[in-house]
């Protein structure tokens, strides 16, 4: 895919998971439309930031239209995992959202996260509208793979490495 913004309306499908060790994983986004797949390189802090704004996105258009039916966060795990090949075709940088009450679906915004020798009109971009509800498990789920990452030192807060923690809450020793 060599275009500069890429649209996916609708999505048949979109997930995010992670290839790798814990503490060495790389993150991915992965969007299907027929036969095409959009596959982006993202990252962990991006997936629980995108969680918590898709949260509050849904909760304002709660508010905003009350008689919206509730959409599902229910998910296959057998479905949520990326598809080979992973050919990432650009690093995410922003994400946005915004929402198409005609048609009832919430469009995911994209952009590619600028190189220092690439110009902002030549960042790529991509627009995947999904349903609520594809969108609620896509975050959902994202949450899990996040979260099946090192484990999470109850002394300093900190990942812990797996070859072995130096807790500088307990004074560099294993935490």
Same mark, same amino acid.
């Given at each position: 895919?060599?275009?500069?913004?890429?649209?996916?309306?609708?999505?048949?499908? &979109? =997930? =995010?998971?992670? &290839? !790798?060790?814990?503490?060495?994983?790389?993150?991915? @986004?992965? /969007?299907?439309?027929?036969?095409? =797949?959009? =596959?982006? @390189? &993202?990252?962990?802090?991006?997936?629980?930031?995108? /969680?918590?704004?898709?949260?509050?996105?849904?909760?304002? @258009? /709660?508010?905003?239209?009350?008689? @919206?039916? #509730?959409?599902?966060?229910?998910?296959?795990?057998?479905?949520?995992?990326?598809?080979?090949?992973? *050919?990432?075709?650009?690093?995410?940088?922003?994400?946005?959202?915004?929402? *198409?009450?005609?048609?009832?679906?919430?469009?995911?915004?994209?952009?590619?996260?600028?190189?220092?020798?690439?110009?902002?009109?030549?960042?790529?971009?991509?627009?995947?509208?999904?349903? $609520?509800?594809? &969108?609620?498990?896509?975050?959902?789920?994202?949450?899990?793979?996040?979260?099946?990452?090192? $484990?999470?030192?109850?002394?300093? !807060?900190?990942?812990? #490495?797996?070859?072995?923690?130096?807790?500088?809450?307990?004074?560099?020793?294993?935490?």
């Amino acid at each position: 895919m060599s275009e500069k913004e890429i649209i996916f309306n609708p999505v048949d499908h &979109i =997930t =995010t998971d992670a &290839i !790798g060790a814990p503490g060495k994983r790389v993150f991915y @986004l992965q /969007a299907w439309k027929g036969e095409r =797949t959009l =596959t982006l @390189l &993202i990252e962990k802090f991006q997936i629980q930031s995108m /969680a918590a704004g898709v949260e509050q996105f849904l909760n304002e @258009l /709660a508010e905003r239209y009350p008689d @919206l039916p #509730d959409a599902s966060a229910d998910y296959n795990e057998n479905t949520m995992h990326i598809h080979p090949p992973v *050919d990432p075709l650009f690093r995410v940088g922003d994400l946005g959202l915004s929402y *198409d009450m005609d048609n009832d679906m919430v469009s995911l915004i994209i952009r590619e996260m600028l190189s220092s020798n690439k110009q902002p009109e030549e960042a790529a971009s991509a627009r995947l509208y999904c349903t $609520r509800a594809q &969108i609620k498990a896509l975050v959902s789920w994202g949450l899990v793979v996040a979260d099946r990452g090192r $484990r999470i030192c109850p002394y300093c !807060g900190e990942p812990e #490495d797996p070859s072995g923690h130096i807790c500088p809450k307990k004074n560099g020793k294993n935490g």
